[in-house]
């Protein structure tokens, strides 16, 4: 009894010891932020999580920032704006982040934002469409589609189809929106300026609807009973995630097809899972894993780390699309900053960040304090051909070989 | 405990209270502390407007949402549409919530019929109809959400600070509303109405006014607690506002809380938020829910008058064992609000397992006594 306890005493000296002379670990720099692990925004939460830990695992691997290690807080907003600037008031004061990073999508954003504004930390975003609310200097949107998003971004779509040769161009379109902040906002634009139906009709397109459906909707039959009726050249599906396929899945049992057809955030693999349905549908977008964006920066470590680590985590689709290329931007918005800087002080960050072009995969950024921080509308459409996303239009991004059909 | 001393005690908390915000600021304590407590009193308001009619009456409500949703849209709409100032919003937001709930009570409460998981089912269509009218109509907010102006508070108070003290405001209406109701006339006869509705019209409780009384007061809190929330939630959107979250949480914090008694949903919102909030982490969120549910079902299963009743006989040394184990959680190092969290759940369990007493069988509670206290 007396020995076992001597050497349990011996252990323990001997643990310490070694402890003391083993060199001490540099503290992490920790950046906090939120996403949807739960509720029901959590399947794209997963996609931005996924991107967000191989980037950690990357930027570790490669040494960590300024010679420490990073480390990602990671709460989860379940969904709720009002949860989601809770927990940012926490992640800054009570657990005393460095840094913060978005989260997802634009209601946690806008919460979240004001929360950043109060402290003064620096914000880099990905998902928010609320373009013209953002006043704070500090934010640094990485899904980059210009301020004016609710005009550039249906003019390039529309721009795309008219330059279709005369007899496949689209004369008519139909509408199928849904009845969340940010497709009303692109659809139907904000105080008489801008909206894909104006658009439209600007461009000379006759709108032969313009149908508005709920977040949520299952029963997709009678939409598409009124899309069948109106019979458009071009389907524009102002919708999210699985609205898409769901709606095409629909109008497959009434038998129509449509001739030309867009759709503005759909789930991209889900998109492909519903091929030959799918096909030819579009889609806009900041990256698609080919050239000429392979060629950005970090571009390639991107898409081998995503794919790995989604494969890895079980993700339902695998490959790098928008979404976790905007997370994955946003990420290398802020850690450009504190590079360049080489310090963790918000204001000395979001100079720098004002002030060069920021290497990003979708090219380099420019934060345009008088554009709000959005420069130019960078966006290309992307449709999906023999089984994949392609970037179509304009032709500067298009894959080689690849135009709109 | 002599009345002097009670109430010597309530001014000493108050007291301890409104000076909460001054120690946070005096000692570089984190802000959040006054966020967390701003959510606890938002559900203390919350889950006490529920209690109300569900809890004393037993009607059954998942009207919350549509209580809850008026409130936060009301102010919203008035503030951003019309600038009309803040309080006034909120207040205006109360007032169409206890609206609501009134052309409710007055359609549902006068048909026999309605009752039961009848009248729960009404409530939920009126939450689900407020969602579809938000989305719909372009005033509300046709599906754009509506993004709050900049708002500046009085007496240089930062949104944390304005928010703890008008969140303690509402809390504190909340809980004299359900304490004055539990103990006065009507709440005997809305508990008799829990027991047995025709005893209790039949022994001459004016059933029908009750009625409408407690589910105005429900909406009324639910709306002003909504309304300041909308101050919170800073952009808001139909599916966030009128999501099933409110309504579900309010009740699981009830009934763990206990339905009969004006400190259950204080009790059920302190264990429930502290918890939900404390297990936020990637994993520990998914695991949140089934620690609730579990924690429900042994709660039901050994108190089925919930938390409140128990702590209320053995309160002491259930406070004494919830001390020790945030003293020791502190003493481990832990953040505050983690040790916080672990000495509420150590007092949970502490409760559970002196109970002793798994009600699996039928409740057998006497109800002629309630029925024949409000008659008297």
């Given amino acids: 009894m007396k020995t076992g306890r001597v050497v349990l005493l011996v252990a323990l000296l001997a643990l310490l010891l070694v402890q003391a002379r083993l060199p001490a670990q540099p503290r992490p720099i920790r950046v906090g932020g939120t996403l949807p692990l739960t509720g029901v925004f959590a399947a794209q939460g997963k996609v931005h999580e996924a991107a967000g830990r191989a980037f950690v695992q990357m930027m570790n691997e490669k040494g960590g920032l300024l010679g420490r290690p990073l480390e990602w807080v990671l709460l989860d907003d379940e969904s709720q704006p009002d949860k989601a600037a809770a927990l940012y008031e926490r992640l800054i004061t009570e657990d005393k982040v460095d840094l913060i990073i978005g989260p997802y999508g634009t209601a946690a954003i806008t919460a979240a934002m004001r929360v950043a504004e109060k402290y003064g930390y620096v914000f880099p975003h990905h998902t928010a469409s609320l373009t013209y609310a953002y006043t704070y200097r500090r934010h640094f949107p990485t899904w980059y589609v210009g301020l004016n998003t609710h005009i550039t971004t249906p003019s390039k779509v529309f721009d795309a189809y008219l330059s279709l040769p005369p007899g496949q161009r689209p004369r008519t379109v139909g509408f199928v929106v849904n009845k969340f902040p940010g497709t009303q906002f692109l659809a139907y634009g904000r105080a008489n300026t801008g909206g894909a139906v104006r658009i439209a009709q600007q461009k000379g397109l006759r709108v032969v609807l313009d149908v508005q459906f709920d977040l949520g909707t299952t029963d997709w039959i009678p939409v598409a009973q009124q899309v069948r009726r109106a019979n458009p050249d071009l389907l524009y599906v102002a919708g999210l995630a699985l609205d898409g396929v769901n709606l095409l899945q629909a109008l497959a049992q009434l038998g129509w097809r449509p001739r030309h057809h867009f759709y503005q955030w759909p789930s991209p693999g889900a998109m492909l899972t519903a091929l030959p349905l799918t096909d030819r549908a579009t889609s806009v977008t900041i990256f698609v894993p080919h050239e000429p964006y392979l060629s950005n920066p970090g571009a390639r470590d991107f898409v081998n780390r995503y794919r790995a680590w989604a494969k890895a985590t079980g993700l339902a689709y695998s490959e790098p699309d928008v979404q976790s290329a905007a997370s994955w931007s946003a990420w290398q918005v802020l850690t450009f900053g504190v590079q360049e800087c080489r310090c963790l002080d918000h204001a000395r960050i979001a100079e720098v960040l004002l002030s060069k072009p920021v290497p990003t995969v979708q090219g380099y950024l420019k934060f345009d304090p008088q554009q709000q921080n959005y420069g130019d509308d960078i966006q290309a459409v992307m449709q999906i051909q023999d089984g994949r996303w392609w970037a179509v239009w304009p032709r500067q991004l298009a894959a080689e070989g690849r135009r709109l059909r | ?376």
């Fill in chain 2, 1 to 376: 405990m002599s009345e002097l001393r009670i109430w010597g005690a309530i001014a000493g908390v108050l007291v301890g209270l409104l000076l909460v915000p001054t120690v946070v600021r005096a000692l570089g304590l984190p802000a959040y502390y006054l966020v967390f407590l701003y959510f606890y009193f938002f559900w203390v308001a919350q889950a006490t407007s529920w209690n109300l009619i569900s809890g004393y009456a037993g009607y059954f409500s998942f009207g919350q949402g549509a209580f809850y949703g008026a409130g936060v849209y009301g102010a919203a709409v008035l503030i951003d549409r019309h600038g009309v100032p803040y309080g006034l919003a909120i207040l205006a937001g109360a007032a169409v919530s206890a609206l609501i709930a009134s052309a409710i009570g007055v359609v549902t409460f006068r048909l026999r019929q309605i009752r039961g998981p009848v009248f729960a089912l009404v409530t939920l269509a009126v939450a689900l109809a407020m969602h579809s009218l938000a989305n719909n109509v372009s005033y509300l907010d046709g599906g754009r959400g509506i993004p709050l102006p900049k708002l500046s508070y009085p007496f240089g108070l930062s949104d944390v600070e304005f928010l703890y003290y008008a969140g303690l405001g509402v809390g504190l209406v909340a809980v004299a509303m359900g304490w004055w109701t539990y103990r006065n006339r009507h709440g005997w006869g809305l508990r008799a109405i829990h027991d047995d509705e025709r005893v209790a019209e039949g022994l001459g409780v004016p059933t029908f006014a009750y009625k409408m009384g407690a589910l105005a007061l429900s909406g009324a809190l639910a709306g002003l607690s909504g309304g300041l929330h909308a101050l919170q939630i800073r952009y808001v959107t139909a599916d966030a506002v009128f999501s099933l979250r409110v309504p579900l949480l309010v009740i699981m914090m009830c009934v763990l809380g206990g339905r009969r008694h004006w400190l259950g949903p204080l009790v059920g919102a302190g264990v429930i938020h502290a918890l939900n909030d404390r297990l936020s982490g990637p994993g520990l969120s998914s695991l949140s829910e089934v620690l609730m549910g579990l924690l429900l079902m042994v709660v039901v299963a050994a108190l089925p008058e919930g938390i409140s009743s128990h702590l209320r006989q053995r309160g002491m040394a259930a406070g004494l064992v919830g001390l020790s184990g945030l003293g020791v959680a502190l003493v481990a190092r832990l953040a505050f609000l983690d040790a916080l969290a672990i000495g509420i759940a150590v007092a949970v369990v502490f409760l559970v397992l002196r109970t002793h007493r798994f009600a699996l069988g039928p409740w057998h509670r006497s109800k002629a006594r309630e029925v024949e206290a409000a008659r008297g």
